[in-house]
């Protein structure tokens, strides 16, 4: 867990919002939440219904405090998540960038805040003071509304995305394996003599470049054994009724 | 328009997440929504509610189709996102991955879907036979839950991540500019010359060195024109009012 960043809601005002972040957090591994002064007090029944099975992993373990100040004290680098960036003197970053730098400094052993303002109002420049960098989610500027527990969503989708050892793109093959290259050339080969036989490849100075382009048809798409037999069986069921 | 995904609510319940998916898809910059055979009708006061600025420019437009097969008719490739993609045979990608793919696609001209299932239950396998390739977000697989407006929030996050121009970091500099080095050199100049003569750099041995670190401590920082003013000005007031 010392591992991860901390996540700080500062003066949260809906407890079924505070439970909507810790769920966003946990669906993608984050379980550090730091609340600052919340609204309508601690603990909140409307955020641990919120939470559900989130509640105990993340809620329960959440630090509360007074101030910003006060729940940032042990981190080293500290970012804020504020959709006015502009007139601020602070690197403005991409969430992708943020937690890049977050997974460096982690890495290195140091602790990383992201702070998250209320649902309304957002951070304040007290806050913001204490931010080493802002995060800037980049939205549509003609629609930049994001709620508390989407911002957070994204945050830890993005930490995630990059610590992910999940493949780009795997074949699932369910219950069965690829077709091996000798079983998709005898599956060409059968379809082939069939076709041949019904008079398909017609006329012959075409035969050729036909047989070659239904060749680098079943090469090119990603057959299972499984598929294989399911297309010879076909094949020869459709003899089997015609003759 | 063209240049977008068009992303598919398969039979969804509630209209409260079809105006929610629609503020998450305008919030990346995407209004290209169809829906296939909501449950509580179309059109939806609940789904134009949650929308609200959404509700003209994607909720106005959205096809309403009977069946998914209708509503992915002219796409050129189809993505699923399911939790379920282990017993299929299909490619499994990443949701960065199927942007990728989609992006690629759709700049040479093609037509892309993505289906999001019913809030409950998900997409059934005959939704899923019609896809090309199955979407798995990356979610902790202890706690996986993401409603459908998060699904939807993170595709459409997954899509603008990608096109985004936004560099991955800027420092801003609100109205004024990054100091240049001589005026950073005029201001370590300045501290210097007066931590000198007030004694600071002591013992002689490691004046040098002090001195050293304090050049390097200016450098390091990313002063603008006017921190460097204010820092001659404090220096100058605790003169002022020391003497």
């Known amino acids: ?138 939205v549509n500027p003609e629609f930049p509304s994001l709620n508390l527990a989407q911002a957070v969503l994204l945050c830890a989708y993005e930490w995630r995305r990059q610590g992910s050892d999940t493949p780009p793109e795997v074949l699932a093959l369910g219950r069965t394996e690829r077709a091996s290259a000798l079983e998709v050339r005898h599956l060409a080969d059968h379809y082939e003599e069939r076709l041949d036989a019904a008079g398909f490849f017609f006329p012959d100075t075409k035969a050729e470049g036909m047989k070659l382009n239904l060749r680098n048809l079943w090469s090119r798409m990603p057959l299972t054994r499984a598929d294989v037999q399911t297309l010879h069986g076909a094949l020869r069921q459709l003899l089997r009724r015609r003759d």
Request: aromatic share 6%; no cysteine.
């Open 1 to 138: 867990m010392t591992d991860q960043p901390t996540f700080v809601l500062v003066r949260p005002q809906m407890g079924e919002n505070i439970g909507a972040a810790a769920r966003a957090m946990l669906n993608f591994g984050l379980a550090r939440m730091r609340l600052v002064d919340p609204r309508d007090g601690w603990p909140s029944p409307k955020a641990v219904a919120m939470a559900s099975g989130a509640a105990g992993r993340v809620l329960d373990h959440a630090g509360v405090f007074a101030t910003t100040s006060d729940a940032v004290g042990d981190a080293a680098f500290v970012f804020a998540t504020t959709a006015r960036g502009r007139d601020l003197t602070k690197p403005i970053v991409t969430p992708e960038r943020a937690m890049e730098q977050a997974r460096a400094l982690i890495a290195s052993g140091q602790k990383v805040a992201f702070l998250f303002g209320p649902e309304r109002t957002g951070l304040e420049n007290d806050d913001i003071a204490l931010a080493n960098a802002i995060i800037s989610i980049p």
